[in-house]
């Protein structure tokens, strides 16, 4: 290759410098935003919770204002208003949960590899991320208030004290016990319409209510008369269930299938439920301070390129009261 010369400000002769071009094996492109969309494709539980935006925020902790409801009360001719007394309390949420996806690729592999080994470690990044997310939402449940204070569990950590639709045809909902086999059923008309009522007795807002269950109960859901009476989501844009889990509704309320449900043990029978929730979108809040973030960082002594993908958040329930959680069969 023929001499390169570059004129330096002083007039002086650079000769042969390593340029951009020169030195093009060693820039490596920032794959942040085929990360991030992988990421926001792949996760079901993050759109129906509440977000609020600390991305690029300095601290750990966001306090999240939980104002009281105030009443009315009756005028008394010449009397003076009465003023309602603010008894507002605060949740503490911490932001503590930093994960890393990592890869180090050595040149030999870069070299002799596809162009696909490129898009399959970006997509695996956005996917592990979307994932892990996912079941630390998921796992928030464990967080939501049980009907039943009773409830007895002996076999799970953090320990559950939610609710299992019974048997009987008016579907109560009874305290989750997993001393023995466990007491799951899987989901019933009746169930569902008194989950939602639960929800009404707790003067949970009805806009923005969601039925989050595992493929298990999916199955059960076709057999329902209601669920297929109604019209089912098509396949075309936000409608698309492969890439929302959205399969359909009962009584105004979406429901969404997703594989990161809680599994959970009997004292007799190991991984052998899933948790259903039904929650109201402020049940739950997740801050993200860090989106998926990507890095490339060529290694010397390893003669590799390092690629991170590394992000940062916290998550919180705030409003337990907005939520139930049903354990099934898996």
Excluded at 135 to 157: K, M, R, S, W
Excluded at 173 to 193: H, P, S
Aim: hydrophobic content about 40%; glycine content about 8%; aromatic content about 8%.
């Amino acid at each position: 290759m023929a001499n390169e010369f570059i004129t330096t400000a002083d007039g002086n002769i650079l000769s042969n410098p390593t340029t951009a071009l020169t030195a093009a094996n060693f820039i490596k492109e920032l794959w942040s935003d085929e990360v991030l969309a992988v990421y926001k494709a792949n996760t079901v539980m993050a759109p129906l919770v509440q977000s609020m935006p600390f991305s690029g925020q300095k601290g750990d902790t966001v306090h999240v204002p939980k104002p009281s409801r105030g009443v009315r009360n009756a005028k008394g001719a010449g009397v003076a208003v009465t003023v309602n007394v603010e008894t507002a309390g605060k949740f503490d949420l911490v932001i503590d949960q930093h994960f890393e996806y990592s890869r180090n690729i050595e040149d030999i592999a870069k070299i002799q590899a596809l162009d696909s080994m490129r898009a399959f470690y970006t997509d695996d990044a956005g996917y592990a991320h979307a994932l892990g997310v996912d079941a630390d939402l998921h796992a928030e449940g464990v967080n939501f208030d049980a009907p039943q204070a009773t409830a007895t569990d002996v076999t799970n950590t953090p320990g559950y004290a939610q609710s299992v639709i019974s048997t009987v045809t008016t579907g109560d909902l009874v305290a989750w016990d997993d001393t023995t086999t466990g007491n799951a059923v899987a989901l019933t008309d009746a169930g569902i319409r008194r989950m939602i009522q639960y929800l009404d007795d707790n003067n949970v807002p009805a806009r923005m209510r969601q039925l989050v269950i595992p493929p298990v109960e999916k199955n059960s859901l076709l057999g329902l008369p209601r669920f297929t009476e109604q019209a089912f989501t098509g396949e075309v844009g936000s409608g698309n269930s492969i890439r929302n889990g959205l399969i359909g509704d009962l009584y105004g309320i979406p429901v969404y299938v997703s594989t990161n449900c809680d599994v959970l043990s009997s004292a007799s029978t190991a991984n052998g439920f899933r948790q259903c929730l039904m929650f109201q979108k402020e049940a739950i809040v997740f801050a993200e301070q860090l989106a998926p973030r990507a890095q490339s960082q060529y290694k010397l002594e390893f003669l590799a390129d390092l690629f991170t993908v590394d992000t940062i958040y916290g998550l919180g329930t705030p409003r337990p009261e907005a939520g139930i959680s049903v354990i099934v069969p898996a």
